[in-house]
């Protein structure tokens, strides 16, 4: 998809003029034409006459690229409306508090800090701020806006001007746990809930969860779910080094093709990322023009400041556009960049100041940019200094403005404005402006915090610089007068997160009571397997009740990646529809049947295709709209549990850190149960990931009446108890007859983790063991009850652990209370409230690693010791069938009879012999391999 950087950066699109006279002929007759014959027939004789330029072999530039010059010209410039005067003191004061921030944190810590990049970025925002970026009121949620995450210095810093955040949070910049707290070091809301939206600083999150949040915005307003949403405008501000991240051009085409023009992205091309130039080779900006082009983008370009406006007025051979045009990004980045001191004087460490960097600086650019005499005299009337302060469009107010007001008034399309900045923007002296260190530089020596202050007319006294201490202009000044009266004419301060919930109608429990009930089916499948139901068709028939709640049926999001024929959806397709913003124009093959493949502007589901991480940004948008736009929208989102925690994981990280709600379902859960499909498809791992997702709630059940006692119970948790956290279920595709719920007494334990599901207790036992099943393995845990109490007369009693996560996160809980409230009598966590005192070993099996089970093992002792031996699917999966993947896995029923006799010999409680024979009776191969070796 990229263009070929070396082909960009040798675009010339403006060659040298031959002929004038004729070139202004063609020119006035093509203006004639779209005066008097309109566009459009401008457009068909461009049309047919690069038909026949193309046919005749003549290259012209394709349509994906301009020359590299502003996209708006001045002639289309609007007026500024602001006072720029003041705007530039408030920025000046932004930038300092910015600087100020991270130097002073670092004094004595090295908790680290990004000067250089809000130092490019500054205009960029301080023109939203100023002119565009709405903030909330009681009517509006306002504008949503993802920040590139490591310019965070500077959103504090302005919050810090608007007496939003105290001096006291900025010194402890990165020290939160500071007496008073501290700030974050990057946009973190699950550290800092009433300010920061989304998290950003894991580089292309925020591009592709701003692309879904504005289509989810799109969502809100066509099915009625919110009146103003459709008003918001989403800003996304990127890295141009971001933009490699496949995340974050990876989805662009879905903003244009649904016509996102609520959508805004800014990307800040300062033409370095951490270690070096983007594309030193070629041009950053005029790839990402082509890239945007292509994929149906509105594209603005703000490459030149105002002061190049004249020089190139006057070029009226193109040879300054043409210059512009062949400089690669490398040698820009050396124009601001290049070290001007002798050799001597760097070797004397010598700080240079201001004035005669710049003057060195602008002989360099005279000699080295202006290369031909033609050039050199176009600039002849400008002195070094001049030279060196012709800015980069990034860091001209006017070019911004005029930019996002074209933007956000574009229609049908989102707009992408690529901005051309300085990396280190006037940050004088080593690891400054333009350095390559400069992504790292975290804090200033005396010459240069002094350099920044005289550069941005900071009134910070000599004795004081050291310090390098915060300045606030006075309260009433006039430039905070002005900055407080702008903010109130676009509806408040920004950003700012919404802390307020209202709860939902619980949902009626009529709608779960569906699942309570036995389903059985017949014999048959090749497996030998009787067919009732599987715990992914028993969600989808839930869904379909859910839909009819009162208090939350239109609120339920489903979303799906290209899988929803594999877990039975259809019927849901049909039901409520699958969004599309285009409605459905074409009438599908299905028509009229029951899973007819219906698309609406009204749809309920969003099917995303094969696309996972835009699924996930789906549901990110879905699980934070409760905050973001006041409305409960409770994302249910299904895919093969192989592609998500592992695939798009630092996705799931992130909506756990928006404080996202909602539930996460593994579907074709397992690492035996989706059998035939092999290594790739076969998951045994994703709960060991969910582990590591502090408000994730993660659930395995075997029943479909667990599934369903565990949605209603998460429905309630998020939605009307206002517990911050979403759900991950794993459900499968294996059908088995589905029992009735045994009663109302099994609830708590469902939720909890665990619960009694079967005794069984020979006549003349003499032996007992605790059995833990999960997932569909809880089958073979029971036909192994069977054996143990039919060939060992061994007695036993089946748990089904739904969730050992939530029963481990307990037990930490009360084991740390007991650590440290030694004084207090100790208290027991809920797993061992329900397996202390019973009797023998406990073994567990399930379709996930034994580790998974294996993380109770310390809260599971008795006077002989450790009670716990887990089996597991530790290894890679393979093709094969179930019933050979569970013996190869040794989770099968008959390796729990081994594992229980083996414990109970353990424990001296049985002869080994029993053992031995067991493994001879039961066909259990004693020297196959490991699972996890082969
Ligand atoms: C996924 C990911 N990888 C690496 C990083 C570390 N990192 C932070 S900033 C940065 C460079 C950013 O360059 P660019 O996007 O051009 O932003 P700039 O600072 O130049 O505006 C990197 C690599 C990260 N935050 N996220
Ligand atoms: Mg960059």
């Keep these: 998809m ?10 010339s699109p403006v060659h ?20 008097h014959a309109g566009p459009e027939r401008a457009q068909f004789l461009l049309d047919t006459l690069n038909q026949i330029a193309s046919k005749s072999g003549v290259k012209t530039a394709t349509g994906r690229h301009t020359p590299y010059v502003n996209t708006i010209s001045v002639e289309d410039q609007p007026q500024y409306p602001g006072d720029r005067d003041l705007e530039r003191k408030i920025k000046n004061a932004v930038r300092w508090n910015a600087m100020a921030m991270v130097q002073r944190a670092n004094k004595g810590t090295n908790v680290g800090g990004h000067i250089s990049t809000f130092a490019s970025s500054a205009t960029l925002y301080e023109v939203g701020w100023n002119h565009f970026f709405r903030g909330p009121t009681e009517t509006s949620p306002g504008d ?31 020290r939160e746990l ?35 949040h504005a289509r989810f915005n799109r969502y809100l307003r066509d099915r009625g779910l919110s009146t103003t949403a459709g008003d918001t405008r989403i800003w996304a501000f990127l890295g141009d080094g971001e933009c490699d991240e496949p995340e974050s051009l990876g989805c662009i085409s879905l903003a244009a093709r649904d016509k996102l023009d609520n959508l805004t992205w800014v990307i800040n091309c300062n033409l370095q990322r951490l270690d070096g130039p983007v594309r030193g080779n070629g041009k950053i900006i005029q790839e990402l023009e082509g890239i945007f082009r292509g994929a149906g983008w509105n594209v603005i370009k703000v490459i030149w400041g105002s002061e190049w406006d004249a020089l190139l007025k006057s070029d009226h051979t193109g040879a300054l556009a043409r210059r512009m045009a062949e400089v690669v990004d490398g040698e820009y980045q050396e ?99 333009g350095k390559n260190t400069t992504h790292q530089k975290k804090s200033l020596g005396v010459d240069q915090v002094r350099g920044f202050r005289d550069r941005f007319k900071i009134p910070v006294p000599d004795d004081k610089i050291d310090e390098c201490p915060f300045w606030v202009p006075p309260a009433d000044s006039p430039e905070i007068k002005y900055l407080h009266d702008r903010r109130k004419a676009l509806g408040g301060y920004t950003p700012s997160r919404n802390m307020k919930f209202t709860p939902c109608k619980a949902p009626a429990r009529e709608h779960f009571a569906g699942l309570y009930v036995e389903r059985k089916g017949g014999t048959g499948g090749g497996d030998g397997e009787t067919k009732g139901q599987s715990t992914t068709l028993a969600w989808v028939s839930l869904m379909l009740q859910l839909f009819k709640d009162e208090g939350v049926g239109k609120l339920l999001v489903p979303i799906v990646p290209d899988e929803g024929q594999t877990f039975g959806m259809p019927p849901l397709y049909n039901k409520v529809g699958m969004y599309n913003t285009a409605g459905q124009i074409y009438r599908p093959v299905d028509k009229g049947m029951l899973t007819e493949y219906r698309e609406s502007t009204s749809g309920q589901i969003f099917q995303e295709g094969i696309n996972e991480a835009g699924a996930m940004a789906d549901f990110i948008a879905a699980g934070t709209a409760y905050s973001t736009y ?136 003499k032996h007992e063991v605790q059995l833990l099943g999960s997932g569909v393995i809880l089958n073979d845990v029971l036909r192994a009850q069977g054996i143990l109490a039919e060939k060992y007369g061994i007695a036993s009693n089946v748990y089904s652990v739904t969730s050992y996560q939530m029963l481990r996160k307990d037990a930490i809980e009360v084991e740390r209370k007991n650590r440290l409230t030694p004084d207090q009598p100790a208290g027991k966590s809920y797993v061992q409230q329900v397996l202390d005192g019973t009797k023998g070993p406990i073994v567990a099996s399930s379709d996930y690693m034994r580790v998974l089970s294996d993380s109770l093992s310390p809260f599971l002792k008795d006077a002989k010791g450790p009670r716990l031996l887990s089996l597991g699917t530790e290894g890679f999966g393979r093709s094969e069938t179930r019933k050979n993947l569970r013996r190869f896995f040794e989770v099968d029923a008959e390796s729990v009879v081994i594992a229980a006799l083996s414990s109970l010999a353990d424990r001296d409680e049985l002869d080994r012999k029993v053992v031995k024979q067991a493994i001879a009776d039961l066909g259990v191969d004693p020297t196959k391999p490991a699972p996890w070796t082969v």
């Design 178 to 212: 500071a007496d008073g707290g501290g700030l974050s070091s990057y946009p973190h809301p699950w550290l800092m809930p009433d300010f920061w939206q989304f998290p950003t600083v894991s580089m292309g999150l925020g591009p592709i969860m701003s692309i879904y």
């Design 335 to 433: 124009f601001v960049g290049k070290d001007m001191r002798t050799k001597q004087e760097v070797a004397d460490k010598m700080f240079l100041p201001y004035e005669e960097h710049g003057k060195r600086r602008g002989t360099f650019i005279r000699e080295n940019f202006f290369n031909t005499p033609e050039l050199k005299a176009m600039v002849s009337h400008l002195t070094d200094e001049q030279l060196a302060r012709l800015k980069r469009g990034g860091h001209d107010p006017a070019k911004v403005y005029a930019a996002y007001k074209s933007a956000t008034e574009h229609k049908g399309q989102p707009t992408v404005v690529l901005v051309k900045t300085v990396k280190g923007y006037e940050i004088p002296g080593e690891g400054g402006v």
């Design 630 to 765: 006041g409305v409960n929208t409770i994302p249910f989102y299904i895919y093969y549990s192989m592609f998500g925690f592992q695939r798009v994981g630092d996705l799931i990280w992130a909506a756990a850190d928006s404080r996202c709600r909602g539930f996460l379902l593994g579907a074709t859960a397992g690492r035996t149960t989706i059998n035939g499909e092999g290594l790739q498809h076969e998951d045994g791992h994703s709960h060991l990931a969910a582990m590591t997702v502090p408000t994730c709630r993660a659930y395995d059940p075997a029943f479909a009446y667990e599934l369903s006692v565990i949605i209603e119970d998460g429905i309630n948790a998020m939605y009307v108890r206002n517990e911050e956290c979403f759900y991950y279920l794993t459900i499968y595709n294996e059908s088995y007859d589905m029992p009735a719920m045994p009663g109302e007494q099994v609830r708590e334990g469902i939720v909890r983790g665990i619960y009694k599901y079967k005794t069984v207790t020979p006549s003349n036992a």
């Design 2 to 11: 990229l263009a070929n950087p070396e082909t960009l950066s040798n675009l």
């Design 144 to 174: 949503v806006i993802f920040y590139q995450g490591h310019a965070s210095p500077g959103p504090y810093s302005r919050a810090f001007l608007e007496g939003r955040l105290p001096e006291q949070k900025l010194n402890n910049f990165r």
């Design 16 to 35: 040298s003029d031959a002929d004038p006279q004729e070139t202004a002929e063609w020119r006035d007759a093509l203006e004639a034409i779209i005066k």
